[in-house]
């Protein structure tokens, strides 16, 4: 049921941000039996958008309220930043975050300030590519969901170009799906087993 945004797998525990109006939460996922463990919620007003873990503090990006909540792994809140525009994907290099906001550009943050320190735009083939959503780093790259399709692209972090395409058309058996099912989104990878993560808004 979770219209899910951000996803990431730390110490064999998934870690989900869902989205929706009244429905954004931070949560973890057991992945053995599918139990949900809800850590936080959202206000009303506020629309989720991309997680990701980095140390002992989880970010949580905020959709047009401009707000990054930041909470500690359980779930309390210890504080929040402000930011322009709008948020959409968010992960880490283990030192610095990386954000993308439905453009071709993602931005390079500082984790203690929420400033940017760089703008990194997204091309194939030198053609931008719009809609860069959900974020993962893997093995030196950025995965990124590109919204509205079953492809993810890898990105150069420094170039920005694109190095590779995943195509992920007919994941999901038309048997699992229904009038709810969403788009392909949510990139998790577990560094020591080697695997990756891929789900969707509302993929059971």
Same mark, same amino acid.
């Given at each position: 049921?979770? &219209?899910?945004?951000?996803?990431?797998?730390?110490?064999?525990?998934?870690?989900?941000?869902?989205?929706?109006?009244?429905?954004?939460?931070?949560? %973890?996922?057991?992945?053995?039996?599918?139990?949900?463990?809800?850590? @936080?919620?959202?206000?009303?007003?506020?629309?989720?958008? *991309?997680?990701?873990?980095?140390?002992? %503090?989880?970010?949580?990006?905020?959709?047009?309220?401009?707000?990054?909540?930041?909470?500690?792994?359980?779930? =309390?809140?210890?504080?929040?930043?402000?930011? @322009?525009?709008? *948020?959409?994907?968010?992960t880490?290099?283990?030192?610095?975050?990386?954000?993308?906001?439905?453009?071709?550009?993602? &931005?390079?943050?500082?984790?203690?300030?929420?400033?940017?320190?760089? %703008?990194?735009?997204?091309?194939?083939?030198?053609?931008?590519v719009?809609?860069?959503?959900?974020?993962?780093?893997?093995?030196?790259?950025?995965? @990124?969901?590109?919204?509205?399709?079953? &492809?993810?692209m890898?990105?150069?972090?420094?170039?920005? @170009?694109?190095?590779?395409?995943?195509?992920?058309?007919?994941?999901?058996?038309?048997?699992?799906?229904?009038? =709810?099912?969403?788009?392909?989104?949510?990139?998790?990878?577990?560094q020591?087993? =080697?695997?990756?993560?891929?789900?969707? =808004?509302?993929?059971?």
């Open positions: 049921h979770s &219209y899910t945004q951000g996803l990431q797998y730390v110490d064999g525990v998934l870690w989900e941000g869902t989205v929706e109006w009244g429905e954004s939460r931070l949560q %973890k996922v057991d992945l053995e039996s599918g139990k949900v463990d809800i850590l @936080a919620n959202l206000p009303r007003s506020e629309f989720g958008e *991309g997680i990701t873990v980095l140390g002992d %503090k989880v970010y949580q990006l905020t959709w047009t309220n401009g707000i990054a909540h930041v909470y500690n792994l359980q779930g =309390k809140r210890l504080k929040d930043f402000r930011y @322009a525009g709008e *948020g959409w994907g968010l880490s290099d283990g030192k610095s975050l990386y954000m993308s906001n439905g453009t071709p550009d993602i &931005y390079k943050l500082n984790p203690d300030t929420f400033q940017r320190d760089k %703008k990194i735009t997204v091309t194939l083939r030198g053609e931008v719009d809609y860069i959503n959900e974020l993962e780093w893997i093995d030196g790259k950025i995965w @990124a969901n590109v919204y509205t399709t079953d &492809y993810i890898i990105i150069n972090p420094e170039s920005g @170009a694109v190095e590779g395409i995943v195509d992920c058309q007919n994941l999901l058996p038309e048997e699992d799906q229904n009038e =709810k099912t969403d788009v392909l989104n949510g990139i998790a990878y577990d020591q087993g =080697k695997r990756i993560f891929l789900t969707g =808004k509302r993929w059971n």
